[in-house]
T-cell receptor
Framework: GDSVTQMEGPVTLSEEAFLTINCTYT??????LFWYVQYPGEGLQLLLK?????DKGSNKGFEATYRKETTSFHLEKGSVQVSDSAVYFC?????????FGKGTRLHILP | GAGVSQSPSNKVTEKGKDVELRCDPI?????LYWYRQSLGQGLEFLIY????????KSGLPSDRFSAERTGGSVSTLTIQRTQQEDSAVYLC???????????FGEGSWLTVV
């Protein structure tokens, strides 16, 4: 069945560092891909999405490119801030339910 | 409504009791999902409703869990004879249709003591 694998955390970085959180997927067909973020004490929020190969999703300085050839959707940000500290979930959606990765906790140190 | 609304936001119940969790999706959204997030774990799919189709119940962990969706809108997740391992955040989400972006509610925190 469909699945999502993302790098395990926690990931700890200093402010202004470059961030990459790896995500790879297995799916039949052509799923849509998502990154969701869960800030401390808050609900799950959509961060960005891409619906077809080579699409780039972007929001709040974060980017991810849908790579069909490598079945990947890695999340990147050029300069992280303390306020980016959260748990990040990679996800895919085929025809129906959305499948999530286990989440990666990110800590940004001032 | 403006977003997905869930109630109660917090529920503490004794082991063996039944609980009901409610979800009110975004108006007009035909797809509704329930997920469970245990402490330190990812999101576990429970059940999916799409319009008038038969729900996808493949994620329900046992026959103590059931869900219904009345009138194509509000959904209730019922857990019978709760166990301590049922303690988790139960998240509801909805989308406009099969392929639309999924929006989550704040979740219902369930603690079984």
């Amino acid at each position: 069945g469909d699945s999502v694998t993302q790098m395990e955390g926690p990931v700890t970085l200093s402010e202004e560092a470059f961030l990459t959180i790896n995500c790879t997927y297995t799916a039949t067909g052509y799923p849509s891909l998502f990154w969701y973020v869960q800030y401390p004490g808050e609900g799950l929020q959509l961060l960005l999405k891409a619906t077809k190969a080579d699409d780039k999703g972007s929001n709040k300085g974060f980017e991810a490119t849908y790579r069909k050839e490598t079945t990947s959707f890695h999340l990147e940000k050029g300069s992280v801030q303390v306020s980016d500290s959260a748990v990040y979930f990679c996800a895919l959606k085929g025809d129906d339910k959305i499948i999530f990765g286990k989440g990666t906790r990110l800590h940004i140190l001032p | 409504g403006a977003g997905v609304s869930q109630s109660p936001s917090n529920k503490v119940t004794e082991k063996g009791k039944d609980v009901e969790l409610r979800c009110d999706p975004i108006s007009g959204h035909t797809a509704l999902y329930w997920y469970r997030q245990s402490l330190g774990q990812g999101l576990e799919f429970l059940i999916y409703f799409q319009g008038n189709s038969a729900p996808d119940k493949s994620g329900l962990p046992s026959d103590r869990f059931s869900a219904e969706r009345t009138g194509g809108s509000v959904s209730t997740l019922t857990i019978q004879r709760t166990q301590q391992e049922d303690s988790a955040v139960y998240l509801c989400a909805s989308s406009q249709d099969r392929g639309g972006t999924i929006y989550f509610g704040e979740g219902s925190w369930l603690t079984v003591v």
